[in-house]
């Protein structure tokens, strides 16, 4: 295994500059994406920040000041780094390449957006396609590479999609939906392949595994649901959480599953275990997001972020 586990409690330590020097913004962190190297937040301020990874102080290496007038509320990476996309409290997508070590904005998805025309967002490992919620329930997808057309809208029962995510292998699309509702897409097909069940209240992340087999789901209900995406059905509940649950992440070999909820806790599962490994709280204020980091040697770590205007970062102890 790769987490070092006593009983139930992960080892693990807060890097001196977790919470980084006075705040990270100046206003709530809303969102986290994170490429081999680095780590970018965005929040109700207009600027998205970029952070190193390779750096045990995690310093702040870029500042893109006026990405959006009004705040974002999703940043999303490629897995190659490459890419990403950030979504405004205006309504605006904006497309950003790393060039030269740096970011650069390369375009904005124009398809008559509008405030929550798009919300949550998802980009595929390798940056080519785009597919984010709407206020309606729609969800949509832009290949990147040609011009940011839209190139397919899956329809659902019209309920507003709060979260959505891609499979690695781009085969599959997941929605998590206001009503409850957990859609699985064929992207091949462009058909709905699963309407999911177990939820009924707001479904605010879902998250595939690494594998693509498993998808996680979870909300409002405090509960997160597993399910096997070739069949449906719902193989486990983790419960645990005593509130709201807003975002999930697994780490790279699909072993464990992060999660970060509304009372500011954050929980590592074990999937093989079917059990939460580690609680940690640092705040009692909310966790937006949550992500794990590029591994360093042996080590997992992950970064939490939300109401507090800190990034915090952890690192799995040495030793026994």
Known sequence: MILNVAGRMLKL???????????????EIFSLAVTSTQIISASGSSALKVHSTADADFPTVQTVDGAHKLGCHHVVSSKNGENAASVGFGGEVTIWDFQGGQWAEKGKIVDGNKAGEIWAVALTEEGRYLAGTSF????????????????????????????????????????????GGVYIFNNDSGRLQSSLPGHVKPVRAVAFSPGGKLLAAAGDSKVIALYDVSSGEQVANFAG???????????????????????????????????????????????????????????????????????SFYREARGG
């Open 13 to 27: 330590k807060s890097c001196d500059s977790g919470a980084l020097p006075g705040h990270a913004h100046v206003t």
């Open 241 to 311: 959480h005593g509130a709201w649950v807003f975002s999930l992440d697994w780490n790279d070999t699909g072993e464990y599953l992060l999660s970060g909820a509304f009372d500011g806790k954050a929980k590592v599962w074990s999937i093989d275990q079917r059990t939460c490994v580690a609680t940690h709280t640092e705040t009692e204020k909310t966790i937006w997001s949550v992500k794990w980091l590029p591994k360093t040697g042996k080590n997992e770590g992950f970064a939490t972020a939300g109401a507090n205007r800190s990034i």
């Open 136 to 179: 309606d329930g729609r969800i949509n997808v832009w290949d990147l590479h040609a011009n940011r057309t839209k190139i397919r809208e899956f329809e659902t029962k019209g309920s507003f999609g709060m979260s959505i995510d891609i499979s690695a292998d781009g085969k599959f699309t997941a929605s998590g939906h206001e009503n």
